[in-house]
C-alpha cells in the first residue's frame, strides 16, 4: 500500500518540476529562436525550428555596424574582468576595516554605507556624467570601474562584513601574539577563510558587469568600445531598417553562455557564502 507520505513526495516533485519547465522555457525558446528566421520567430511560439538555420550566428557575429561581436566580447570581459578585480580588493579591504576595527565616528560610517544601498542610482547620473566628462574620462571605462576602486559596491562591502562576522575573533587575537600585523591577518589567516564569499563577490560582479547596458551606454559614445550589452542592439538593425531578431536571439545565446558556465562552476562556493554571510558566530 502506498504510503501518503510518498505520494506527497511524488505530488511535491511534480510541481517542482512544472516549476523548473516554466522558468527554463524562455531560455528553449531563445535557444530555439537563435536557429530561425525572423518569420518564423513570430509564427512559431514553440522553441524547436522547423527549418534550423545558422544565419543568425554567422550574420549576427558581423553585426550591422563596423566592428563585430568579437570586438564586443573583448571589450566586455576585459572590462569585466578590470571591475571585478579592483572590487575584490576594494570591498575585502574596507570591510575589513569594519569589521574587525574601531575608529572615529564608525558607527556613522556604517549608517551611510547602509544608506546608500537605498540610494537609486539614477539620481546621480547627470551630476557623475559632468564630472567624469570634466575629468576626461568619456568613451572609455574609467567611469564605470574607477568607482569600483573606492568600494562603490556597497553591497559588497556589506555582505562581506556579514561574513567577517563569522569569523571569531580569537583568531585575530592569536596571531596578534605571534606578532602578525593587520595585513598579515588579512591576507594569511582571514581571506583564505573568506573564500566562499569572496567567490559570490566575483560571481555577482561578473555577472551584473557583463549585462550591464545603462552605464556603458551613456558613457561610451564609439562602437570600437561597446560591450556585448550595447553591441546587441545594432544586431537587430539591418539594411534599410529591417529587423533582425534572429540575430539578437543567436548574439543572445552566446552573451549568456560565460556566465552560465562561471555559476554551474562556482555555484557550490557560491551557496555557502550566501548561506554563511548572514550568520553572527
Same mark, same amino acid.
Given at each position: 500500500?502506498?504510503?501518503?507520505?510518498?505520494?506527497?513526495?511524488?505530488l511535491?516533485?511534480?510541481?517542482?518540476?512544472?516549476?523548473?519547465?516554466?522558468?527554463i522555457?524562455?531560455?528553449?525558446?531563445?535557444?530555439?529562436?537563435?536557429?530561425?528566421?525572423?518569420?518564423?520567430?513570430?509564427?512559431?511560439?514553440?522553441?524547436?525550428?522547423?527549418n534550423?538555420?545558422?544565419?543568425?550566428?554567422?550574420?549576427?557575429?558581423?553585426?550591422?555596424?563596423?566592428?563585430?561581436?568579437?570586438?564586443?566580447?573583448?571589450?566586455?570581459?576585459?572590462?569585466?574582468?578590470a571591475?571585478?578585480?579592483?572590487?575584490?580588493?576594494?570591498? /575585502?579591504?574596507?570591510s575589513?576595516?569594519?569589521?574587525? %576595527?574601531?575608529? @572615529? !565616528?564608525?558607527? $556613522? &560610517?556604517?549608517?551611510? #554605507?547602509?544608506?546608500?544601498?537605498?540610494?537609486?542610482?539614477?539620481?546621480?547620473?547627470?551630476?557623475?556624467?559632468?564630472?567624469?566628462?570634466?575629468?576626461?574620462?568619456?568613451?572609455?571605462?574609467?567611469?564605470?570601474? /574607477?568607482?569600483?576602486?573606492?568600494?562603490?559596491?556597497? %553591497?559588497?562591502? @556589506? !555582505?562581506?562584513? $556579514? &561574513?567577517?562576522?563569522? #569569523?571569531?575573533?580569537?583568531?585575530?587575537?592569536?596571531?596578534?601574539?605571534?606578532?602578525?600585523?593587520?595585513?598579515?591577518?588579512?591576507?594569511?589567516?582571514?581571506?583564505?577563510?573568506?573564500?566562499?564569499?569572496?567567490?559570490?563577490?566575483?560571481?555577482?560582479?561578473?555577472?551584473?558587469?557583463?549585462?550591464?547596458?545603462?552605464?556603458?551606454?551613456i558613457?561610451?559614445?564609439?562602437?570600437?568600445?561597446?560591450?556585448?550589452?550595447?553591441?546587441?542592439?545594432?544586431?537587430?538593425?539591418?539594411?534599410?531598417?529591417?529587423?533582425?531578431?534572429?540575430?539578437?536571439?543567436?548574439?543572445?545565446?552566446?552573451?549568456?553562455?560565460?556566465p552560465?558556465i562561471?555559476?554551474?562552476?562556482?555555484?557550490?562556493?557560491?551557496?555557502?557564502?550566501?548561506?554563511?554571510?548572514?550568520?553572527?558566530?
Open positions: 500500500m502506498i504510503k501518503r507520505k510518498h505520494i506527497n513526495l511524488v511535491w516533485y511534480l510541481m517542482l518540476a512544472g516549476v523548473g519547465v516554466v522558468m522555457y524562455p531560455f528553449l525558446w531563445l535557444l530555439g529562436s537563435s536557429f530561425k528566421t525572423t518569420h518564423e520567430i513570430f509564427a512559431d511560439p514553440y522553441f524547436i525550428p522547423r534550423p538555420t545558422l544565419n543568425g550566428y554567422i550574420n549576427g557575429w558581423r553585426s550591422s555596424g563596423n566592428a563585430d561581436f568579437g570586438i564586443f566580447f573583448r571589450n566586455t570581459y576585459v572590462y569585466v574582468a571591475k571585478v578585480s579592483v572590487t575584490v580588493i576594494a570591498a /575585502v579591504i574596507t575589513y576595516g569594519f569589521a574587525r %576595527f574601531d575608529f @572615529f !565616528l564608525k558607527k $556613522q &560610517f556604517m549608517a551611510i #554605507l547602509i544608506a546608500t544601498l537605498l540610494f537609486p542610482g539614477t539620481v546621480i547620473l547627470i551630476p557623475s556624467y559632468l564630472v567624469f566628462n570634466w575629468l576626461g574620462w568619456v568613451n572609455t571605462y574609467l567611469p564605470l570601474t /574607477v568607482p569600483s576602486l573606492f568600494a562603490a559596491d556597497t %553591497f559588497f562591502v @556589506f !555582505l562581506l562584513i $556579514q &561574513f567577517f562576522r563569522t #569569523l571569531p575573533r580569537e583568531m585575530d587575537e592569536a596571531a596578534m601574539i605571534d606578532g602578525c600585523g593587520a595585513i598579515r591577518r588579512l591576507v594569511s589567516i582571514l581571506i583564505p577563510l573568506l573564500k566562499p564569499a569572496i567567490i559570490t563577490v566575483i560571481l555577482f560582479q561578473f555577472i551584473w558587469t557583463g549585462n550591464e547596458f545603462l552605464g556603458p551606454m558613457y561610451i559614445s564609439s562602437e570600437w568600445n561597446y560591450p556585448v550589452a550595447v553591441g546587441l542592439r545594432l544586431s537587430v538593425g539591418g539594411g534599410e531598417g529591417v529587423m533582425h531578431w534572429e540575430n539578437t536571439m543567436a548574439m543572445s545565446v552566446l552573451a549568456i553562455i560565460p552560465l562561471a555559476f554551474v562552476c562556482a555555484q557550490r562556493h557560491f551557496v555557502e557564502g550566501i548561506s554563511t554571510s548572514g550568520l553572527k558566530g
